[in-house]
């Protein structure tokens, strides 16, 4: 049983890597939520060590040894308490978590079914046996660090942008404009929106 592999990536494709250790290439399969940040850990010398999950596929005239690759032993944890689910073979959860494990985690602790149906292959019906199975069981798995951070930066990003924009349609210049908006983003750090932005950037204008 392959438990961990650590080699060279000699080929990376849309859901897998190849791995050449010691002149032996080895295919992994690598769900979504975890090919996002591969490239976080490859080393500049090409390397890399995946935790594997593998297992047989039996089909009617031959048994076929499959590897699925992560970065750790957590988010394996979680894919093994995935496919406790009925109907949820390693191929179909390798399919349906294309999204951060931590939201996943958060979807069937919350019984949100329609976060739950928009991963690939996982209907109705499907959802509510995630939720009847895992729900209260899978709290851990929701303090993964795999993508919430990315996701606020991202966002915060983009509201910065939009409030600059915003700023510069009101004939400020976009040097004083992003000085306004770097100023507001001390002040509320926290701001979820352009119009919250804004709003402190007025505040601080009118108390001037």
């Known amino acids: 049983m392959i438990s961990k592999i650590t080699g060279k990536v000699s080929e990376k494709g849309l859901n897998y890597l190849s791995v050449d250790v010691n002149g032996l290439s080895y295919e992994v399969f690598i769900p979504s939520c975890v ?10 010398d090409g390397k890399i060590s995946l935790i594997t999950y593998h ?13 699925i ?3 750790n032993d957590i988010e394996k944890d979680f894919f ?11 191929r179909a959860a390798l399919k349906a978590l294309n999204k951060p494990i931590s939201q996943i985690a958060q979807a069937i602790d919350e019984g ?5 149906r928009s991963l690939p292959g996982i209907g109705e019906q499907r959802a509510k046996e995630i939720v009847a199975k895992l729900q209260n069981k899978v709290g851990r798995f929701g303090l993964i660090q795999d993508g ?17 924009a915003v700023l510069e349609q009101l004939q400020y210049k ?3 404009a992003s000085a306004m908006i770097k100023k507001a983003i ?12 804004l709003n402190i950037v007025y505040k601080q204008r009118k108390a001037k």
């Open 148 to 164: 919430k951070a990315k996701v606020a930066a991202a966002q915060a990003k983009g509201i910065i942008e939009e409030a600059i």
């Open 55 to 67: 297992y047989h596929q039996v089909e009617p005239s031959k048994s076929t040894p499959v590897l």
């Open 174 to 176: 976009k040097s004083e």
């Open 80 to 90: 093994q308490t995935f496919i406790t689910v009925s109907g949820i073979g390693p």
């Open 186 to 197: 001390e002040i509320f750090p926290d701001a979820q929106t352009t119009e919250e932005l």
């Open 112 to 116: 949100d079914l329609s976060f739950l």
């Open 69 to 71: 690759g992560f970065l």
């Open 35 to 44: 090919m996002q940040r591969v490239d976080e850990v490859i080393g500049p």
